[in-house]
């Protein structure tokens, strides 16, 4: 019985929780917006959602993160600024940008897909990263699927 559970066990994607919001930190910075802009940053809900990929180069293996600006705005009508990474602000290994997906749910709001790779002992797992976003209360909730290659 063992065998055929651990077969179907490897058939299902792994949940993994180290993944983190944070607020606007250094990762933020403009210079940090991965090259060439155009192709890795997006506008969502007629502009008052965008998403961009940061690179900030170092570490090697997880130097890459998002930047999310949505509502709800501040007393002064900025947008709120948090950043999804993975492990405590270490950051993705690869986050593949253009396969960026987008939907809404009125239960839910706006929900996100993205392609990720996350570092481990032995060196990356693809991983899948799902994030929905509640423009009303600015909650961000984010989940990693990692993948079994």
Known sequence: MRPIFATLLALFPLAASAQDVVDCDW???ADNIAEPWSE????FSNGAVRIAKLDTIEP?????HLLVLSPPHDELGFRQC???TWEETL????LDFPALEA???PAVGLMFTIPARVATGEGTTAALLRF?????TG??????????E
């Open 82 to 84: 948090k950043v999804i």
């Open 139 to 148: 909650a961000i909730t984010p989940r990693l699927d990692l993948r079994t």
């Open 91 to 94: 950051g993705f290994a690869a």
């Open 132 to 136: 929905s976003l509640n423009q009303a």
């Open 40 to 43: 890795n940053a997006a506008l």
């Open 60 to 64: 090697a293996m997880g130097g890459f």
């Open 103 to 105: 939907a809404y749910d």
């Open 27 to 29: 990762q933020a910075r």
